[in-house]
């Protein structure tokens, strides 16, 4: 109750206020307009046109601090256009008028001004009606004592007097009283929305921008990332030991006319080698998107995925559904990676996997037994999983309190 009259509070300052300040902006920018147009055959609108800009940005300006009461959220700014090092002053001059902004705001404030005047009008009736109805029995003795007076009761055809007046402005005085909140807070969100698409509407199109920018950049990186320690871990291993397999084979068809024995000693040597190679390669493979993952989607590569794992693997896929590669492609390198961090570092005696679908976001847990530890800081492990999961506007969680147990939890955009 006490948030629903703080909040009641809070939306009737905010229209009371809210109109002397759209008249002020509707006066400023009107008149600017007005001056500055039919000035500017002899140049001097020019000057006059951009004080109204800058008018009608503090007015804007005024405005987006008062809207995150009532919307209860944060609302960005917009950035307004700089003039460029080195500019002359006509540029300078002309830059408060460049862009899309400026003109949201002069349109704001011509907007406002009918839209505020309505909302303050409705609840100033609103709130008139709830106080003077309730109170009526105070003061309405006094109306019921003056000769030819007809009361809204009498006009109904409820009876003339005292006492039917105040039942009936009682009654409405009431229902305004219980109507008062929701009307309020439709007027007020109503003409705060307003603000938001007006004012802040550039803005939000501006954080979007650099948000699919920096996921990009991160989906890169991550890329290049993932490359370089492929190739790498290529160099390093399966590389060297096929060059070593070669001079062993090459031994081996020098000792063939010599020493059989010796030769046949360095082929058992060459099979050993060969197996390990491929068991390296098999491991490196999986940072790349299997056939089964594109053929039969992401259960089965999952289950793949925890059949390999050294650590048992209880497995959960709660969805059958087949998403974009780029989707499906995340959710496995993820996997992957974070089974890969439990083999290596976790010492965990057991693992779980679950996939489930929860509205347009697939959530992708990940957890163990081992020891935690586990961060996403730069140089470890899953900073590369959190790069990858940003360039699709995902989000990683990971709890890993030092003794464990650790809990990783993917969010992917499937929508």
């Known amino acids: 109750m006490?948030?629903?009259?703080?909040?009641?509070?809070?939306?009737?300052?905010?229209?009371?206020?809210?109109?002397?300040?759209?008249?002020?902006?509707?006066?400023?920018?009107?008149?600017?307009?007005?001056?500055?147009?039919?000035?500017?055959?002899?140049?001097?609108?020019?000057?006059?046109?951009?004080?109204?800009?800058?008018?009608?940005?503090?007015?804007?300006?005024i405005e987006r601090i008062r809207i995150r009461g009532v919307l209860g959220a944060e609302v960005p700014r917009p950035r307004y256009p700089q003039s460029p090092p080195g500019a002359n002053w006509i540029r300078r001059t002309l830059t408060p008028l460049a862009g899309a902004q400026p003109w949201l705001d002069i349109l704001h404030a011509l907007v406002v001004f009918p839209v505020a005047t309505a909302t303050f009008c409705v609840i100033v009736a609103w709130w008139s009606a709830a106080i003077a109805g309730v109170t009526y029995p105070l003061y309405g003795w006094l109306f019921a004592n003056i000769p030819d007076n007809q009361g809204l009761?009498?006009?109904?055809?409820?009876?003339?007097?005292?006492?039917?007046?105040?039942?009936?402005?009682?009654?409405?005085?009431?229902?305004?009283?219980?109507?008062?909140?929701?009307?309020?807070?439709?007027?007020?969100?109503?003409?705060?929305?307003?603000?938001?698409?007006?004012?802040?509407?550039?803005?939000?199109?501006?954080?979007?921008?650099?948000?699919?920018?920096?996921?990009?950049?991160?989906?890169?990186?991550?890329?290049?990332?993932?490359?370089?320690r492929l190739e790498r871990d290529i160099h390093d291993g399966p590389q060297q030991r096929l060059v070593h397999l070669a001079m062993e084979l090459s031994r081996a068809q020098r000792e063939l006319e010599k020493d059989a024995a010796a030769a046949?000693?360095?082929?058992?040597?060459?099979?050993?080698?060969?197996?390990?190679?491929l068991d390296e390669l098999r491991a490196l493979s999986r940072g790349i998107a299997p056939p089964i993952l594109a053929d039969r989607g992401l259960a089965p590569a999952l289950a793949a995925l925890a059949s390999r794992c050294t650590v048992p693997v209880e497995l959960d896929v709660q969805t059958e559904e087949r998403f974009?590669?780029?989707?499906?492609?995340?959710?496995?390198?993820?996997?992957?990676?974070?089974?890969?961090?439990?083999?290596?570092?976790?010492?965990?005696e057991m693992c779980s996997v679950t996939l489930t679908r929860i509205g347009d976001t697939l959530m992708l847990m990940i957890g163990d037994d081992g020891v935690g530890g586990a961060h996403v800081a730069k140089g470890h492990g899953l900073s590369g999983l959190a790069e990858r999961l940003r360039g699709v506007d995902g989000e990683l969680t990971v709890l890993s309190p030092a003794g464990g147990p650790t809990s990783i939890t993917a969010e992917v955009p499937c929508g």
């Open 324 to 348: 974009p590669a780029l989707i499906e492609n995340t959710v496995y390198f993820v996997t992957a990676e974070a089974l890969t961090n439990v083999a290596k570092h976790s010492r965990a």
């Open 153 to 228: 009761a009498e006009l109904l055809g409820f009876g003339h007097g005292y006492v039917p007046e105040s039942l009936m402005n009682v009654f409405l005085g009431v229902v305004a009283a219980l109507t008062l909140y929701p009307v309020v807070r439709g007027c007020a969100l109503l003409q705060a929305l307003l603000g938001r698409s007006l004012l802040t509407g550039v803005a939000q199109l501006q954080e979007r921008i650099e948000d699919l920018t920096e996921g990009r950049n991160a989906a890169a990186y991550a890329e290049a990332n993932a490359l370089r």
């Open 2 to 61: 006490r948030r629903l009259l703080s909040r009641l509070a809070g939306d009737t300052a905010y229209l009371l206020v809210g109109f002397p300040l759209a008249v002020l902006a509707f006066l400023l920018v009107v008149t600017g307009l007005s001056v500055g147009s039919s000035l500017l055959v002899v140049w001097i609108g020019v000057p006059v046109l951009v004080l109204t800009a800058l008018a009608a940005r503090g007015m804007g300006e």
């Open 264 to 277: 046949q000693s360095t082929i058992s040597k060459a099979i050993t080698a060969t197996r390990e190679t």
